[in-house]
């Protein structure tokens, strides 16, 4: 099947550096925020760094919340979520006190109130992941691979059965979610080097794409 990656445009982060590292993949790469462009793509990336309740907002103001619900719920495409992009999946956030898609049934939460003393909030640079469940996003990667963080707001506490892995940063924070075809890194793997590249070939090529 023809693959075709879209990349959702919400006004938030550095999206043509995203899109020149996602491309370098040889599939067809699109930034988009017209929902006519997002029903063609086979994989969706909602991608990371910025403000939740702006960009639940710019979400709101482009009409692309019923069509990602649609592509997410019913069609079942795959769709990564990175950073801003996996708490965007969340019920809801601290940071704007607003509601999100919902698509993982918990909280984003302002980190500062859950590490320990000294710990310094945003949580910036590198750390390593403790894997909880398996799938395919993360085939090859070792305890010891370090990947990419840049995050004041993080999920604290999910359904046992979508975490995907976890960080250690004063508290143990929940780094990556997934259920099926729908993967949160709270990382950003096209942050991270080889690592990276590996954790997004494994989403274009490994998961499943519904027809």
């Not at 592509?71 to 809801?92: D, N, V, W, Y």
């Not at 590490?115 to 305890?143: F, Q, R, Y």
């Not at 099926?180 to 793997?189: D, E, K, V």
Request: net charge negative.
């Amino acid at each position: 099947m023809n693959r075709k990656i879209v990349i959702v445009d919400y006004g938030m982060g550095n999206l043509h550096s995203l899109k020149r590292i996602v491309s370098s993949h040889n599939i067809p790469v699109t930034i988009s925020n017209k929902a006519s462009e997002l029903l063609t793509a086979t994989h969706l990336i909602l991608p990371g760094v910025g403000d939740f309740g702006q960009a639940m907002e710019q979400l709101k103001r482009n009409e692309l919340i019923e069509v990602l619900n649609y592509l997410a719920l019913e069609e079942k495409r795959p769709i990564l979520g990175i950073c801003l992009g996996m708490q965007l999946m969340t019920s809801f956030s601290e940071e704007g006190d607003c509601e999100g898609l919902g698509w993982f049934k918990c909280k984003t939460m302002n980190l500062q109130a859950y590490t320990e003393p000294g710990i310094k909030i945003p949580h910036l640079g590198w750390n390593t992941l403790t894997v909880k469940n398996d799938h395919k996003i993360l085939a090859d990667i070792s305890a010891s691979d370090e990947m990419y963080f840049v995050h004041g707001f993080g999920v604290v506490e999910a359904m046992e059965e979508e975490v995907l892995c976890t960080t250690s940063y004063g508290i143990e924070f929940i780094s990556g979610l997934c259920r099926n075809h729908l993967i949160g890194l709270q990382f950003h793997p096209e942050k991270s080097h080889g690592n990276g590249q590996g954790i997004l070939s494994n989403f274009i090529n490994s998961c499943i794409v519904h027809e």
